[in-house]
C-alpha cells in the first residue's frame, strides 16, 4: 500500500471504529496511526484493541502505529445512569467525591476528593473542553455545590478544568503508571503523556520506558509553554493537545502557540502532530465545515507532521468519513502551488553534525537531479526523522531492519516504511535500494535514486554516506 500523502493521519479508536473491520476501514481510507486513549480503555480492551490493529497491518501489509495516550493528572466526572444528562443554565448541581453512585441532572460523582478543598467558591470548572461552564457556590463534606453557567449535554468521564485552581499534583497519576506497564507490555509505538508541566515528568517516563516506545509530550498546560524548548528536546514527539490547552489558556493564543511549536519541533527534528476539534462537525455530519477544512490545511501548509481525529473517529457517527476528509485535504494541500514555498520558507539551517548536513544535501542532491526518491537506511529511526524535516518534494523511503523503528515512523511527515534487513556490503545495499524502490512502485527502469546510510551498517544516528543509483531494468541497482 503506498501513499501518496505526506502529512499523517491519526484517529482515536473508541465504541465507534474499534471492531477489527472499522480498523481496517480507517486504514485504508488513510490511518496511519491509532491511539488508544487510555482515560476510556480498560487494559483487556487495550490488548484487544492492539491484536486488532496488527491484525490489519499483517492484511494490508503496511506498518500501522499505536499510540497510547495515558490520561495524566486530569479531572474526570464519574458515570451517569442514563449515559448523559443535559444541564440548563441557572440550575444547581453538585460534583461530589464521597458518593460513588451514578449520576443525574443534580449530581455526579467525581472520584478526586483529594482536589475539593483546592477548590474556593467562585472558581470556575470547564467540563468537556470549555463546552460547559459551572462556577462553585459552596465547597466542603467533600463535595462542590455549583451553579451552572453554560449548560449543554454532559456524558460519562467527561473532563474538569479548573482554570482559577492550584491544583497538588503530580506527572504520573497511579492509574497512569499501571496503564503505561500495561501499554509496554502490548507492545504498543508510542506513550503519550498528557499534562506535562516540567522536563523531569519526561525524563521520570523515559526511566520507565526504557526505549520501548517512542515518548510524545502532549502540550497542554502554561507551564509546559513556559519551558517548552527543555520539552521538546527531551521527548520524541510533541502533541499539540488543543482541547485542554485553549481550556487552560485564552483560546485566542492556540493558534499561535500550534505555530511556535510546529517550528520548534522541525527545528529540533522532534515529530509533531496537531490535534483536537479538527473536524469536530463531523461527530454528526458527514461532511465538515469550511473553517474545519481550513484548520486542517493550515497545520499541512505548517509542516505538522500529522493531523489527529478525536471523537470523529472514537465516538461519531461518520469516523471513515472524518478520515477520508483528512486525507483529501492533506493531498489538495500538498499539491497547491503555494505549498512547496511555504514549506521551504520555514525551514531552518541543519546543525552541525555529519547525519544533519547529509540528509540536508540529499535533498538537495534529489530535487536538483529529479531523482525518483529518497531512500535511507535507519536503525533507531533517527536517520529517517532527519530526512523527513528537510521535507524534500521526493519520496522518503525509510529501510530498517527493526519492526518497532519502522512502526514508530509512521506518525513522521513523508516516510514510507519498509522492513528490510541490513545490507552486507556497499554494493548490496545499493541493489536492496533499488529493488525496493521499484517494487513499491517509487521508482522505474532508468531511474535514479539517492541513497543514505551509516556505514558500516547498523550503527545508529551514524548517516554518514549519499550515494546515487541507477535503477537497472530488473529493478536491482548499479552505482
Ligand atoms: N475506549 C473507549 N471507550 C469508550 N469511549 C471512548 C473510548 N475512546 C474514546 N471514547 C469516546 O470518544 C470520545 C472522544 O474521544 P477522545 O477525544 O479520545 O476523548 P476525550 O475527549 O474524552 O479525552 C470520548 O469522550 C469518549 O466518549
Ligand atoms: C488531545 C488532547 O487530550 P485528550 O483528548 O486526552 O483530552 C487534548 O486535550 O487536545
Ligand atoms: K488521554
Ligand atoms: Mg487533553
Redesign the pocket.
Known sequence: MRRIRRAKILA?????S?EENMIEELAKAGADVF???M????HE?LHQ?VARIRRVEERLKHPIGILA?L?GP?L?VWKFAEGAVNLVAGQKFTLDSQNDDQGNAERVYLPHPEIIESVSVGDRLLL??GKLQLKATKVGGGAIETEVIYGGKL?????VSLPDTLLPTGALTEKDHADLLEALKAEVDWIALSFVQRPEDIIDVRKIVQGRAGVMAKIEKPQAIERLEEIVKLSDAIMVAR?DLGVELPLETVPGLQKRMIRMCRRYGKPVVV??QMLESMITAPVPTRAEVSDVSIAVFEGADAVML???????QYPVEAVATMNKVAIAVEGDANYRNIIRAAQTEPEATAADAISAATRQVAETLDLAAILTYTASGSTGIRAARERPSKPIIALSPNLRTIRRLSVVWGIHCVQTEDAVNLEDMVDRACVIAYQEGFARPGDRIAITAGVPLGTPGATNMLRIAFVRQDGAGSS
Open positions: 482515536t479508536l473508541g465504541p465507534a474499534h491511539r488508544i486513549n482515560s476510556h480503555a480498560s480492551l484493541t495516550d490520561q486530569k474526570r468537556d473542553d456524558s460519562d468521564k467527561k473532563g482541547g490535534a483536537t478525536s471523537a470523529e473517529s472514537a465516538s461519531g
